[in-house]
């Protein structure tokens, strides 16, 4: 009985930190916990600093906003927590997030069409 | 080098020889003039020849060491263009063995990297068909890449948003109020700014507590996320909660 009560703990504990670990890729939520103080909690960030094991490759798996964990990474640094509680910052981070994903689909068809050329130029010289 | 040189002995040789046969001359045109002394006469040409012939002998001994040197010398020169050659010879080698190092020294650099990355790729080993399954996952769910309608005001985003935090595991933790009203209501107290993501005041005090308890709980692996996420999706998008509802089942 209590190792069933456990198990669904952590199980409860997985999902919760898998989503607020995915939570993080929100700036405006980032802004929001920057200004009401929690990253100058050093248990707050000493969380964070462990939230870390999220980039192994058997958790990571499980994301479904990968860019979370470069948000993790930024947030180990200082100037970042406290940069964010800036509204101007946060809406640049933003803005630049959505300009990223709206254009990620053309942006990697060029890259994929650059590769190619450069490939089939390759091909050609060899020949 | 103390002893005279060869050239030099040779020169005062030929010298000697010159005032000797002077000597011999002179004596010999005196020796005219005066017929009457007779035999003193005799007895200065006899020195006087003797002393040409043997500075005559002395002169061909210094022409034959002079020879002996010449061949000497005809070797030595030879010797140092050889040697001249073979440094200039030395010097290629040395160039091109600096060549070889630089590129082996590159080779090895480029090698260690491969073997980094080949170690890490066996550490890390993930298997194909997962890793196209996760792609799956996070561009059904258009995490990565915004859908190719996306307009400027529409409302999805590629990040949790403010409704889906109260749906998931976090919000019902701390009993968040899911519909919207009581939220926009204390949020406009609260906040009474123009701010277009309304902050859920309740969630992060929870977080903060989820940090201090996290010692009492150990991690689990693969729990019911998966459902959750489709719920997030459902929320997200309606075009893409399809193919991730299907996922799940």
Redesign the interface.
């Known amino acids: 009985m209590a190792a069933r009560v456990?198990?669904q703990?952590?199980?409860?504990?997985?999902?919760?930190?898998?989503?607020?670990v995915?939570?993080l890729?929100?700036?405006?939520?980032l802004h929001?916990?920057a200004q009401?103080g929690?990253f100058k909690?050093p248990?707050?960030v000493?969380?964070l600093k462990?939230l870390q094991?999220w980039k192994d490759?058997?958790y990571s798996?499980?994301l479904?906003?990968?860019?979370?964990l470069h948000f993790l990474d930024l947030l180990q640094y200082e100037s970042f927590r406290k940069e964010i509680a800036n509204f101007q910052c946060a809406k640049f981070i933003d803005d630049q997030?959505?300009l990223q994903?709206?254009?990620?689909?053309r942006k990697?068809i060029r890259l994929l069409n650059q590769q190619a050329e450069t490939n089939q130029q390759q091909l050609q010289q060899q020949k | 080098m103390a002893a005279p040189s060869t050239k030099a002995v040779l020169l005062s040789l030929v010298d000697d020889v010159e005032i000797i046969t002077k000597e011999l001359f002179e004596s010999i045109a005196s020796s005219k003039q005066q017929k009457a002394t007779g035999l003193g006469g005799t007895e200065d040409y006899h020195q006087l020849t003797e002393l040409l012939v043997q500075k005559d002998q002395e002169l061909k001994d210094a022409l034959n060491l002079a020879g002996e040197q010449a061949v000497i010398q005809k070797k030595i020169d030879s010797l140092k263009a050889e040697s001249f050659k073979r440094d200039q010879d030395i010097r290629k080698l040395q160039q091109q063995l600096k060549e070889a190092e630089h590129v082996l020294s590159t080779a090895i650099y480029q090698a260690k990297q491969k073997l980094i990355s080949i170690q890490k790729a066996t550490k890390?080993q993930?298997p194909s068909e997962?890793l196209i399954k996760?792609a799956h996952?996070?561009s059904a769910?258009n995490?990565?890449?915004?859908p190719?309608t996306?307009q400027p005001g529409d409302p999805r985003?590629?990040?949790?948003?403010d409704i889906e935090?109260r749906l998931?595991?976090?919000g019902r933790?701390s009993d968040l109020p899911i519909n919207g009203q009581m939220l926009q209501a204390q949020s406009q107290a609260s906040q009474g700014s123009s701010?277009s993501?309304q902050?859920p005041p309740e969630?992060?005090p929870m977080?903060?507590q989820?940090?201090?308890n996290?010692s009492?709980?150990?991690?689990?692996?693969?729990?019911?996320?998966k459902e959750?996420?489709g719920d997030?999706v459902e929320v997200m998008s309606t075009d893409s909660s399809s193919s991730s509802s299907s996922e799940s089942g």
């Open positions: 456990t198990e703990e952590d199980r409860l504990r997985f999902q919760i930190e898998l989503e607020f995915q939570c890729a929100n700036p405006n939520y929001f916990l009401r929690f909690d248990a707050f000493n969380y462990y094991y490759p058997p798996k499980y479904k906003y990968p860019h979370c997030q959505l994903w709206q254009h990620y689909t990697r | 890390n993930v997962e996760y996952r996070i769910s995490a990565v890449a915004a190719l996306w985003r590629p990040y949790p948003q935090m998931g595991f976090l933790q701010l993501w902050p969630i992060a977080v903060s989820v940090a201090i996290q009492a709980m150990s991690v689990d692996s693969k729990g019911h996320n959750n996420e997030e």
